[in-house]
């Protein structure tokens, strides 16, 4: 049974920072592109940050990019989002996604999805 388990969101204060968790079983991770999504309360969701199978390749969104880091431990079978400088507009559900072999920044083309974890940025 494959399951995706985000963890690490929650309340954190403009500037801050916080590191998400993804726990991934029934699959080979080292197998699986895996990436990062959010979504803000009534907004569309949208394309955070992706790794490629092999680690050597990330991507970041636009407003992400030099602030977000994502990376993966094939070992431990997680992947995680590091988020630093954190500001009231990354408030969001984030979620993780698997997709096999191929990266991409489109939220269909995505097998796995995890159930998400809440990151709230407010003083």
């Given at each position: 049974?494959?399951?995706l388990?985000?963890s690490?969101?929650g ?37 955070v940050a992706v ?7 990330t ?9 977000f ?14 988020m630093?400088s ?21 939220e269909s ?15």
């Open positions: 049974q494959v399951q388990v985000e690490g969101g309340l954190v204060q403009p500037g801050g920072s916080l590191r998400l968790s993804c726990a991934v079983s029934g699959f080979t991770l080292e197998y699986y592109a895996m990436a990062w999504f959010r979504q803000a309360p009534g907004k569309e969701r949208e394309f790794i490629s199978q092999n680690i050597d390749t991507f970041y969104g636009d407003s992400m990019s030099g602030r880091t994502i990376s993966r431990d094939n070992a431990k079978n997680a992947v995680y989002l590091q630093n954190l500001q009231p507009g990354d408030t969001a559900v984030y979620y993780c996604a698997a997709r096999r072999l191929i990266a991409s920044l489109r083309a995505y097998d796995y999805w995890g159930q998400g974890t809440q990151v709230t940025v407010s003083s």
